[in-house]
């Protein structure tokens, strides 16, 4: 005979409710949305079925919360929600790094930004943490335009100022015809 998944009374369906409605994390809503419809009495099948998920994480979910109560659902992966890597002091210094050019004459990126942080305040990232403190203090992605090895800046320039030359105008006289 099959064991029926109950969930322990920890709180209240309403206080259940409440907690699920103010939650702002997806992952944590979820978990308590799942809770939710199997205290409703629902089946473990059917609450699969409405998150398309498998049977056995409805069981380990409810599981969960019956063992360790309502903070267990949420996220409990290693490092989630620690501290950023740079302080206040630190962010004003990169600041400042990013308005002048880089050292090496090119332009800023997310591996010069994450090896920037790893010379000056000794911790080492990733060229995707570099990235994110770029995102983070407003920069964005961004090339200079492409330019031609050949391109005559004098020709450009007269080209901006009045378009073309008044040379070319015998191009829009008629063509004699026999």
Known sequence: MAHLLRVAPHLTPAELENR???????????????????QEGRSSRDIATFFRKREDWVR??????????PDAMKDG???????R?????SIKRLE?????????GGLWSGP????????HVGVECTNRTGWAYLRRLGYTIQRPRPKHPDADPKAQEAFKKGGFPTTFL???EPIPTR
């Open 85 to 89: 890597m740079l302080d206040e002091a």
């Open 112 to 119: 010069k930004v994450a090896a920037w942080i790893a010379e």
């Open 77 to 83: 992966r290693r490092h989630n929600g620690s501290p």
């Open 96 to 104: 400042e790094a990013l308005r002048q050019p880089h050292p090496d």
């Open 170 to 172: 015998a191009w829009l």
């Open 20 to 38: 699920y409605l103010a939650c702002v994390d997806v992952g944590e809503r979820e978990r308590l949305h799942c809770v939710l419809l199997k």
């Open 60 to 69: 380990r979910v409810v599981r969960r919360y019956n063992e360790r109560g």
